[in-house]
RNA sequence: CGGGGCAUAGCUCAAUUGGAUCGAGCGGCUGUUUUAUAAACAGCGAGCGCCGGAUCAGCGCGUGAUACAGGUUCGAGUCCUGUUGCCCCGACCA
């Protein structure tokens, strides 16, 4: 018996204590971890952890180096960086090497507004390099942002698709192209000022008021086809009828119909024939009375009516040319009146309005030369790509009647040439939108003009492609066995049923993608890109397309950049001594043309995976918004298959768009945004992470305040939770305290069991990249689990315990691993929180042979916990029938509560009469139940009463006094001199505690 | 217009793949504790009647709900058809 005095009682209580903050005041904490893990190179030590470990590959699809981040890239970097880290701790030797899209029209654009005027005379070498540094100044900024997001991965060496390597790599695959024979030289309409003299790309084209003569012209039926005169006897009865069909089409450009080839129907509509006299012509029967109105017929008569698709490759003859018009079928035909307007915006103002009437007659005039679903369209059904139109909008000579005229002049003589003729059946003005050059203000037009293409379906070099007047080029095809006569487009449709869709419903989109995408037209007219290393002999202009000259210059490029092909002659691109294959010719003019950027991007699995001595190519995972299917995905396979004959990828994973709590679009300009860099100013980049990790990303994902205002406050909930863990471990030491599993409580074993059970779910989630259930099983366990039962339960015992006792030292045991996994598992999501728990784990000091002594310096070492299995399942089962009983006793506690009868549940003594099977559950627990319902007092009586309640719970108020040290009720309090204000337990404990001269 | 997707509580998500009356957490409201304290825990969630001045409790009745409308099925959030709304792609935004 100690003869000191009586110690004061709040100093017995094991009061938490650690130093993990309540206040994350994530804004200043995340940088300074961050700066620590770039002292310590944490992404490096990661990389030799895993050394020698299986791999596995995110290959990063390249941002655009040209604005700021915003919140879906945010989303989308956020989430590579998970199933990195997920995969890592997993097991996984998983590097994360990021990249940047560098070239391209919106830096181009971009530098030319910078530029304003001075840049007319600027050389091209000059203005590549100002773009250069745009991007390079860009990609820097969105570099020092994503790094703040905590993504881990070799930011001082990012694959950037403008270094020398990358550029010489893309040349190289386009000569893979090339030596397959896919690439061909053909013609495509594209935007072309005919004053400036040169192409425009979409965006540098405005649109404004303008006026065109609108005509509705006949196209004779050939009388003359087996085709026609079936279709004539189905319409008049007798092919020898002496009345003739015309097809009316309408058109606001009259200029392009000396270039027309074709009809377009929609194969859906109704077509209706009426009578004009001696003439029949064919419209859609819903506009038979607005055409008959314009062009003054009376009282058409309609004779007969047709699906759209009966007209399906019938032979027209142009209105005035001696030349057939094939009848087409598409489905970009509109009633709207609008869609062979020659303008990408009519067709869609057209579709928006869904306006009916105002002009057309369902019968599109299709010039493939001179208009995008022309295009489309003459292609499918293997029509010239015809434009009868020079640089400067002058027709061409073998333009009759016209030559020579420019378009815009010509629109009146060929609308009086065709009212002479009488093919013209009506005209007048019409006023509409038309695209007009941003530089110069005049009008542009639709304009085929040379262009690269990779051809989608050739299979041998034989295959019939589109030749223009340079003529076409297959040098050096090598005759592959197995691919030789495949097809890209064969190709692909196989082997995207080979690689994992997630979710499943890709595979049915790129597959319906590819089965319709056109052929990829690789050239772009602009200077911001790699060069299409091909020359063209002086003399004969013979397209020399060579893999071996195309190599030749890749080199040039890996040591001089691609800008060498400006700054030098081509005689100096080329080997020593080259001469035209076609005429001996020794002079050379080059390309102009750059690739297409989607090219340079679709060129990253080879150009980074193969580079990278880490990686490897293919990849284990593309991940990307689901505007990839037809942008990245679809170039990276169709360049994998160039290079490898296979995918790049094994599984692709699409995440849905960002968008607001209405469901709309992101939008800075309506303040509907939510900006990244704000929220981790204010909030911390955790708050990002835990809300990109907490929604369904395979479907759109909802931002808000309010979305983010609880994802902060279950932020705090997890952290306090984590906090609780650690507060009451502190001088918990494992090596010398940790309770083996057969001593535990049987709670202390029960909450173990269902960490276990949590561990489980959550690593099944991470290896489906099935983020948002790793967040609400964790956050569950902490609310539900931790928070409202166990930790509440357990309070009791860690407080008033004595510090040594074997029923803390249990508790204790299950907060250690508790307060570990949660680390563990939360690593990926958190990565800042996580590793400040991971710190804050009472140290593993002097071992004893059972628990590892010392631990990584970083929770971004460690592997995930690992799962127990053989858990007792029946003790959780028992526990989950105690926690039915314990809402019970709450209910009835909260009625006493509301009727003034008690306050603290302590001050409640509870009896239960319970019918049997709850019965003996209950008796089981005997005195635990008190500590259970955190109450002073429990009884337990049986009923027999079938009629009874299964559990009846009343409420009365404690026996005794309040312990003043535990505050639980005791009728023994006021027994022990020594310490009379206590209950006849914290005397037990005061003994100890004054035995071993501890305190907490 | 075409291709693809989505729609469950104010918010984020479940629902054993066609099984019974649709759930959890959060938020909200109302309280309790002051030993996780810038915290923790709990209760509550249409309405009507018994009910007569009001409140609480109890008991009883009973309604509704997976965007909307149909269909298949013994049975549908889940499968089919259509409609509406929103998103993505066809326009170089992830």
Same mark, same amino acid.
């Given at each position: 018996?100690?003869?000191?005095?009586?110690?004061?009682?709040?100093?017995?209580?094991?009061?938490?204590?650690?130093?993990?903050?309540?206040?994350?005041?994530?804004? @200043?904490?995340?940088?300074?971890?961050?700066?620590?893990?770039t002292?310590?190179?944490?992404?490096?030590?990661?990389?030799?952890? !895993?050394?020698?470990?299986?791999?596995?590959?995110?290959?990063?699809?390249?941002p655009?180096?040209?604005?700021?981040?915003?919140?879906?890239?945010?989303?989308?970097?956020?989430?590579?960086?998970?199933?990195?880290?997920?995969?890592?701790?997993?097991?996984?030797?998983?590097?994360y090497?990021?990249?940047?899209?560098?070239?391209?029209?919106?830096?181009?654009?971009?530098? =030319?507004r910078?530029?304003?005027?001075?840049?007319?005379?600027?050389?091209?070498?000059?203005?590549?390099?100002?773009?250069?540094?745009?991007?390079?100044?860009?990609?820097?900024?969105?570099?020092?942002d994503?790094?703040?997001?905590?993504?881990?991965?070799?930011?001082?060496?990012?694959?950037?698709?403008?270094?020398?390597?990358? =550029?010489?790599?893309?040349?190289?695959?386009?000569?893979?192209?090339?030596e397959?024979?896919?690439?061909?030289?053909?013609?495509?309409p594209?935007? #072309?000022?005919?004053?400036?003299?040169?192409?425009?790309?979409?965006?540098?084209?405005?649109?404004?008021?303008?006026?065109?003569?609108?005509?509705?012209?006949?196209?004779?039926?050939?009388?003359?086809?087996?085709?026609g005169?079936?279709?004539?006897?189905?319409?008049?009865?007798?092919?020898?009828?002496?009345?003739?069909?015309?097809?009316l089409?309408?058109?606001?450009?009259?200029?392009?119909?000396?270039?027309?080839?074709?009809?377009?129907v929609?194969?859906?509509?109704?077509?209706?024939?009426?009578?004009?006299?001696?003439?029949?012509?064919?419209?859609?029967?819903?506009?038979?009375?607005?055409?008959?109105?314009k062009?003054?017929?009376?009282?058409?008569?309609?004779?007969?009516?047709?699906?759209?698709?009966?007209?399906?490759?019938?032979?027209?003859?142009?209105?005035?040319?001696?030349?057939?018009?094939?009848?087409?079928?598409?489905?970009?035909?509109?009633?709207?009146?609008?869609?062979?307007?020659?303008?990408?915006?009519?067709?869609?103002?057209? *579709?928006?309005?869904?306006?009916?009437?105002?002009?057309?007659?369902?019968?599109?005039?299709?010039?493939?030369?001179?208009?995008?679903?022309?295009?489309?369209?003459?292609?499918?059904?293997?029509?010239?790509?015809?434009?009868?139109v020079?640089?400067?909008?002058?027709?061409?000579?073998?333009?009759?009647? %016209?030559?020579?005229?420019?378009? %815009?002049?010509?629109?009146?003589h060929?609308?009086?040439?065709?009212?002479?003729?009488?093919?013209?059946?009506?005209?007048?003005?019409?006023?509409?939108?038309?695209?007009?050059?941003?530089?110069?203000?005049?009008?542009?037009?639709?304009?085929?003009?040379?262009?690269?293409?990779?051809?989608?379906?050739?299979h041998?070099?034989?295959?019939?492609?589109?030749?223009?007047?340079?003529?076409?080029?297959?040098?050096?095809?090598?005759?592959?066995?197995?691919?030789?006569?495949?097809?890209? !487009?064969?190709?692909?449709?196989?082997?995207?049923?080979?690689?994992?869709?997630?979710?499943?419903?890709?595979?049915?989109?790129?597959?319906?993608?590819?089965?319709?995408?056109?052929?990829?037209?690789?050239?772009?007219?602009?200077?911001?890109?790699?060069?299409?290393?091909?020359f063209?002999?002086?003399?004969?202009?013979?397209?020399?397309?060579?893999?071996?000259?195309?190599?030749?210059?890749?080199?040039?490029?890996?040591?001089?950049?691609?800008?060498?092909?400006?700054? !030098?002659?081509?005689?100096?691109?080329?080997?020593?001594?080259?001469?035209?294959?076609?005429?001996?010719?020794?002079?050379?003019?080059?390309?102009?043309?750059?690739?297409?950027?989607?090219?340079?991007?679709?060129?990253?699995?080879?150009?980074?995976?193969?580079?990278?001595?880490?990686? *490897?190519?293919?990849?284990?995972?593309?991940? =990307?918004?689901?505007?990839?299917?037809?942008?990245?995905?679809?170039?990276s396979?169709?360049?994998?298959?160039?290079a490898?004959?296979?995918?790049?990828?094994?599984?692709?994973?699409?995440?849905?768009?960002?968008?607001?709590?209405?469901?709309?679009?992101?939008?800075?300009?309506?303040?509907?945004?939510?900006?990244?860099?704000?929220?981790?100013?204010?909030?911390?980049?955790?708050?990002?992470?835990?809300?990109?990790?907490?929604?369904?990303? @395979?479907?759109?994902?909802?931002?808000?305040?309010?979305?983010?205002?609880?994802?902060?406050?279950?932020?705090?909930?997890?952290?306090?939770?984590?906090? %609780?863990?650690?507060?009451?471990?502190?001088?918990?030491?494992?090596?010398?305290?940790?309770?083996?599993?057969?001593?535990l409580?049987?709670?202390?074993?029960?909450?173990?069991?269902?960490?276990?059970?949590?561990?489980?779910?959550?690593?099944?989630?991470?290896?489906?990249?099935?983020?948002?259930?790793?967040?609400?099983?964790?956050?569950?366990?902490?609310?539900?689990?931790?928070?409202?039962?166990?930790?509440?339960?357990?309070?009791? *015992?860690?407080?008033?315990?004595?510090?040594?006792?074997h029923?803390?030292?249990?508790?204790?045991?299950?907060?250690?691993?508790?307060?570990?996994?949660?680390?563990?598992?939360?690593?990926?999501?958190?990565?800042?929180?996580?590793?400040?728990?991971?710190?804050?784990?009472?140290?593993?000091?002097?071992?004893?042979?059972?628990?590892?002594?010392?631990r990584?310096?970083?929770?971004?070492?460690?592997d995930?916990?690992?799962?127990?299995?053989?858990?007792?399942?029946?003790?959780?089962?028992?526990?989950?029938?105690?926690?039915?009983?314990?809402?019970?006793?709450? !209910?009835?506690?909260?009625?006493a509560?509301?009727?003034?009868?008690?306050?603290?549940?302590?001050?409640?003594?509870?009896?239960i009469?319970?019918?049997?099977?709850?019965?003996s559950?209950?008796? @089981?627990?005997?005195?635990?139940?008190?500590?259970?319902?955190?109450?002073?007092?429990?009884?337990?009586?049986?009923?027999?009463?079938?009629?009874?309640?299964?559990?009846?719970?009343?409420?009365?108020?404690a026996?005794?006094?309040?312990?003043?040290?535990? #505050?639980?009720?005791?009728?023994?309090?006021?027994?022990?001199t020594?310490?009379?204000?206590?209950?006849?337990?914290?005397?037990?404990?005061?003994?100890?505690?004054?035995?071993?001269?501890?305190?907490?």
């Amino acid at each position: 018996m100690t003869t000191e005095t009586p110690l004061e009682l709040k100093q017995t209580i094991n009061l938490p204590k650690t130093d993990f903050a309540q206040k994350a005041n994530l804004g @200043q904490t995340e940088p300074a971890r961050l700066e620590r893990w770039t002292e310590i190179n944490l992404y490096q030590l990661i990389r030799e952890r !895993r050394a020698g470990a299986e791999k596995f590959v995110l290959h990063d699809g390249p941002p655009y180096a040209n604005a700021d981040i915003h919140l879906g890239t945010a989303l989308n970097k956020i989430l590579k960086d998970l199933v990195v880290k997920s995969r890592t701790m997993l097991g996984y030797d998983a590097p994360y090497v990021p990249g940047y899209d560098c070239h391209g029209l919106p830096i181009e654009l971009h530098v =030319e507004r910078k530029l304003g005027a001075k840049k007319a005379g600027l050389p091209a070498a000059t203005f590549r390099r100002i773009c250069r540094e745009h991007a390079a100044a860009a990609l820097k900024r969105q570099t020092r942002d994503f790094q703040r997001l905590g993504i881990l991965g070799l930011w001082e060496n990012p694959y950037l698709t403008m270094s020398n390597q990358y =550029e010489a790599e893309t040349a190289r695959l386009f000569g893979c192209f090339v030596e397959r024979g896919y690439v061909y030289k053909g013609a495509r309409p594209v935007y #072309w000022c005919i004053h400036d003299q040169t192409a425009l790309a979409e965006a540098e084209v405005e649109y404004k008021e303008h006026t065109s003569p609108s005509v509705y012209v006949k196209f004779p039926l050939s009388n003359d086809t087996v085709d026609g005169k079936a279709f004539k006897r189905e319409v008049l009865g007798s092919e020898d009828d002496p009345r003739q069909i015309f097809f009316l089409i309408w058109t606001t450009t009259p200029w392009t119909l000396p270039a027309n080839l074709g009809i377009a129907v929609n194969p859906n509509f109704e077509y209706a024939a009426i009578e004009n006299g001696a003439e029949v012509y064919i419209v859609a029967d819903e506009l038979v009375g607005m055409v008959a109105d314009k062009c003054g017929l009376n009282r058409p008569q309609v004779i007969a009516r047709f699906p759209g698709s009966r007209f399906d490759r019938l032979e027209a003859r142009h209105a005035w040319l001696e030349r057939p018009s094939l009848l087409m079928l598409g489905e970009h035909v509109t009633l709207g009146g609008e869609a062979d307007a020659e303008t990408e915006l009519d067709v869609k103002e057209a *579709r928006e309005k869904s306006a009916t009437g105002k002009a057309g007659t369902g019968l599109v005039h299709t010039a493939p030369g001179h208009g995008h679903d022309d295009f489309v369209i003459g292609k499918q059904y293997g029509l010239e790509i015809y434009c009868p139109v020079d640089n400067a909008g002058r027709f061409t000579s073998e333009v009759e009647h %016209f030559a020579g005229e420019r378009v %815009f002049d010509a629109n009146p003589h060929i609308v009086d040439f065709m009212r002479e003729r009488g093919v013209l059946v009506f005209s007048e003005n019409y006023a509409h939108r038309y695209p007009h050059c941003w530089r110069c203000k005049n009008p542009v037009i639709f304009r085929a003009t040379p262009q690269w293409f990779i051809s989608l379906d050739a299979h041998t070099p034989e295959a019939p492609v589109e030749v223009d007047e340079d003529g076409r080029d297959r040098t050096n095809y090598t005759e592959d066995e197995e691919d030789a006569h495949t097809s890209l !487009r064969e190709l692909a449709l196989a082997e995207i049923e080979r690689v994992e869709w997630l979710p499943a419903w890709g595979v049915d989109r790129m597959r319906n993608m590819l089965k319709h995408r056109p052929d990829w037209c690789v050239s772009r007219q602009r200077f911001w890109g790699v060069p299409i290393p091909v020359f063209y002999c002086a003399s004969c202009q013979f397209a020399v397309t060579d893999p071996t000259i195309i190599n030749h210059v890749a080199d040039i490029f890996a040591t001089d950049s691609s800008d060498a092909w400006y700054a !030098r002659e081509a005689k100096d691109l080329l080997p020593a001594g080259f001469a035209c294959p076609n005429c001996k010719g020794t002079e050379f003019t080059k390309e102009t043309d750059i690739l297409d950027v989607w090219f340079d991007s679709g060129s990253s699995s080879v150009a980074v995976l193969e580079h990278y001595p880490e990686l *490897r190519w293919p990849a284990d995972v593309y991940l =990307e918004g689901g505007d990839q299917y037809r942008g990245w995905f679809n170039s990276s396979l169709m360049v994998g298959l160039a290079a490898h004959n296979r995918a790049p990828y094994n599984t692709v994973i699409t995440h849905g768009w960002v968008i607001n709590v209405q469901g709309a679009k992101m939008s800075k300009s309506e303040g509907t945004g939510v900006a990244p860099l704000e929220v981790i100013k204010q909030s911390g980049a955790e708050i990002l992470r835990l809300w990109v990790a907490s929604s369904n990303y @395979q479907e759109d994902v909802r931002a808000s305040d309010e979305i983010l205002q609880r994802v902060g406050d279950a932020y705090r909930k997890i952290r306090n939770t984590a906090r %609780f863990a650690l507060g009451n471990l502190a001088g918990f030491d494992p090596t010398r305290d940790y309770v083996p599993q057969s001593e535990l409580l049987e709670i202390d074993a029960w909450a173990l069991a269902e960490l276990d059970a949590v561990v489980e779910r959550a690593l099944a989630a991470y290896r489906a990249y099935e983020f948002h259930t790793v967040y609400h099983t964790l956050y569950n366990f902490c609310t539900v689990t931790l928070s409202a039962r166990y930790f509440d339960i357990i309070k009791d *015992r860690l407080y008033t315990a004595a510090p040594h006792a074997h029923a803390r030292r249990s508790a204790q045991t299950a907060l250690y691993e508790i307060a570990d996994a949660l680390a563990r598992l939360l690593a990926p999501v958190l990565v800042f929180t996580a590793d400040e728990i991971w710190e804050n784990l009472p140290p593993l000091v002097a071992g004893n042979g059972d628990v590892p002594v010392g631990r990584v310096p970083s929770v971004h070492l460690a592997d995930f916990p690992v799962v127990v299995g053989e858990r007792d399942e029946s003790l959780r089962a028992r526990w989950a029938q105690v926690y039915e009983v314990r809402d019970e006793v709450l !209910r009835a506690l909260e009625a006493a509560r509301v009727s003034k009868l008690i306050g603290s549940g302590l001050e409640a003594r509870v009896e239960i009469i319970a019918r049997d099977p709850v019965y003996s559950l209950l008796a @089981q627990y005997g005195e635990e139940l008190r500590y259970i319902f955190i109450v002073s007092q429990v009884g337990v009586m049986k009923t027999e009463n079938a009629d009874a309640p299964q559990v009846r719970v009343t409420v009365a108020r404690a026996d005794g006094q309040k312990c003043e040290r535990c #505050w639980n009720y005791s009728v023994r309090v006021g027994e022990f001199t020594r310490y009379p204000t206590v209950c006849e337990r914290c005397i037990e404990a005061l003994a100890e505690i004054e035995a071993e001269g501890e305190t907490a």
